[in-house]
């Protein structure tokens, strides 16, 4: 069994930050590529940045310059700082994750997911 648990979403007035944060817990041998994936009310879940485990990032177009993924891997944690909030940002924000198990078979897990809302 393996858990993502998200936290630090919330309610953040438009221009403002929040720091997300997903920590990976259970029967893990190994963290491959660590993700967040964002869903907004009527619309597809899409990509907001994924990050390997030697940090390589990849981000949304739209997103660059905006949001910052990091992780640390000796917490089996990743984070994304969202600044310069706008309202279209308003969203559930999932984490993702590939992980090995101790089985040494890979499988993508998926938080629960944290709400944020951008509003004034």
């Known amino acids: 069994q393996v858990q993502l648990v998200e936290s630090g979403g919330g309610l953040v007035q438009p221009g403002g930050s929040l720091r997300l944060?997903?920590?990976?817990?259970?029967?893990?041998?190994?963290?491959?590529?660590?993700?967040?994936y964002r869903q907004a009310p009527g619309k597809q879940r899409e990509l907001v940045a994924t990050i390997t485990n030697s940090g390589s990032t990849n981000y949304a177009d739209s997103l660059k310059g905006r949001f910052t993924i990091s992780r640390d891997n000796a917490k089996n944690t990743v984070y994304l700082q969202m600044n310069s909030l706008k309202p279209e940002d308003t969203a559930v924000y999932y984490c993702n994750?590939?992980?090995?198990?101790?089985?040494?078979?890979?499988?993508?897990?998926?938080?629960q997911g944290t709400q944020v809302t951008v509003s004034s």
Do not use: K, N, P
């Open 21 to 36: 944060s997903c920590a990976a817990s259970g029967s893990i041998f190994s963290i491959y590529a660590m993700g967040w």
């Open 97 to 111: 994750g590939d992980i090995q198990i101790w089985t040494l078979r890979r499988y993508d897990y998926w938080g």
